[in-house]
């Protein structure tokens, strides 16, 4: 099972998160997204989750701290903990609903807007 992580700003439209998750996902089978708890409500993140027909799914601040991802920003370092929200939200996500052994399939995509992040996860990997 796939997950796409994303991690945005609160001034992130439609076309931001779709323009991130364009390049990280290009043709893989994602079943769900998944991003920060803090995120719920952002009416893009919504708009962009029904456009796609995916589930999406909430990590807790304290499940992305800790979570090795292959790149960093200091103001996800600053603010959750981890080196990528996009990354580690993925890759939570996909441990917790699809089994242990989450990996990543490539590091976070920047949307050209630079408003949005998307990362690529698989679970049930051993």
Do not use: N
């Amino acid at each position: 099972m796939i997950v796409a992580g994303l991690g945005f700003s609160s001034a992130a439209t439609v076309d931001s998160l779709r323009a991130a998750y364009d390049a990280a996902a290009a043709s893989r089978d994602v079943t769900a997204l998944a991003t920060v708890a803090d995120k719920e409500g952002h009416f893009a993140l919504t708009v962009f989750a029904e456009e796609l027909s995916l589930p999406l799914h909430f990590v807790g601040a304290a499940d992305l701290a800790g979570q090795r991802t292959l790149t960093c920003s200091t103001r996800s370092r600053a603010t959750y903990g981890t080196g990528s929200v996009a990354e580690a939200s993925a890759l939570a996500a996909a441990g917790k609903l699809f089994g242990l052994g989450a990996r990543l399939l490539s590091p976070r995509q920047i949307s050209d807007d630079r408003l949005a992040t998307c990362a690529i996860a698989i679970g049930g990997q051993t």
